[in-house]
Every structure is written in structure tokens, then in C-alpha cells.
């Protein structure tokens, strides 16, 4: 009887600790994909930044450089580039004058 505790116990663990997140990414995920709209910037799981100009089912067309648009596949979607980081980095100084 013991036993049969411990193996549940593990069961219980096993799904806490693996099961049960992974399920939430995925659902993170398919959010994601379903809320993607043009003008929105990604990264895609291979690296590449660029600016969705539309979507077409499961491929969006991706602005990566200026007049570069390359079809790219939905699900290689990684995330959405927050906007708010960029604004919030001051620009860099050249002059040497300014203080530190």
C-alpha cells in the first residue's frame, strides 16, 4: 500500500514540475499567434527582427530591412518585440564633455 503512495506522490511531482507548464507555455504561445496583427515587431525563433506587414493564414509576410519583406511561417513566431525598452534606453554620447 505504501507503494502504490509513493508512485502517486511521483506521479503528482512528475505532472507539477513538467506536465503542467509546459501545457501553459503552449497555451501562452497559441495566444500569442492568434493576437499577432500587422505593424507588430517579432523575433522569430531563428533570430531575425522584423516588422509583420501582413498575414496570410499561417504565413505572415516580414518586413526584416527597408523593402525587405520575407514570407515567413506563423509558428515561428518567438515573441513580440516590447517597444517600451527601446524608448526607455538614452541615446549614446560622442562628446566628451558631457559628464558621466
Do not use: N, Y
Request: net charge negative; glycine share 8%; proline share 6%.
Amino acid at each position: 500500500m505504501s507503494s502504490l503512495i509513493i508512485i502517486a506522490v511521483l506521479f503528482a511531482l512528475f505532472w507539477v514540475l513538467l506536465i503542467r507548464p509546459q501545457r501553459r507555455r503552449g497555451v501562452e504561445q497559441r495566444e500569442l499567434l492568434e493576437s499577432l496583427e500587422p505593424g507588430d515587431e517579432i523575433v522569430s525563433t531563428g533570430g531575425l527582427f522584423g516588422v509583420i506587414k501582413s498575414i496570410d493564414g499561417d504565413e505572415l509576410h516580414v518586413e526584416i530591412a527597408e523593402g525587405l519583406v520575407v514570407r515567413m511561417a506563423k509558428r515561428a513566431v518567438a515573441g513580440l518585440v516590447e517597444r517600451d525598452e527601446e524608448q526607455e534606453s538614452p541615446p549614446a554620447s560622442d562628446d566628451p564633455a558631457s559628464p558621466s
